[in-house]
Each structure stands twice: as structure tokens, then as C-alpha cells.
């Protein structure tokens, strides 16, 4: 069959679908690797020495001087 005689041999997919179904698989391979990328990050930033774990830290410590008690550090 050539290529858009979908119509006149009847075929159960036509070109639309095909070009929708590839772009929802590229899509979702796309958001799936940026998700990757982000969590990667993620891990860094909350992992021990991460921006995440040291902002929670140096809270902590203002806390303690604010207060002028001793906390027990987790």
C-alpha cells in the first residue's frame, strides 16, 4: 500500500494515529528521562552535605541561639 491510501484499502490505522502514538511514546520517554534527572538532584540536594541538609542544619543552629537551649540533633 502506499503511503496515505489508508482510506481506500480500509485499514484499521491511519497516519494520524500512527504520528499521535509515536508523539505519546516520545513524550513519555522525555518526561520519564527528566524525571530521572530531577530526582538524581533531588537526592543530591537532601543527601548528607546537600543544599537541603545543610539549610535544615543552619536552622537548627539559629534555632538554638534564638533560644539559648540545647537541642539534640537528629
Known amino acids: ?5 489508508e482510506d481506500k484499502y480500509g485499514v484499521m490505522v491511519n497516519r494520524e494515529q500512527i504520528v499521535e502514538a509515536i508523539d505519546t511514546v516520545m513524550d513519555g520517554k522525555m518526561t520519564r528521562k ?8 533531588a537526592n ?5 552535605n546537600g543544599s537541603s541538609c545543610l539549610n535544615v542544619k543552619r536552622l537548627i543552629q539559629d534555632i538554638k541561639q534564638i533560644s539559648g537551649k540545647k537541642f539534640v540533633e537528629a
Open 1 to 5: 500500500m502506499k503511503w496515505r491510501d
Open 34 to 41: 527528566r524525571v530521572m534527572e530531577l530526582g538524581v538532584l
Open 44 to 48: 543530591k540536594a537532601f543527601g548528607n
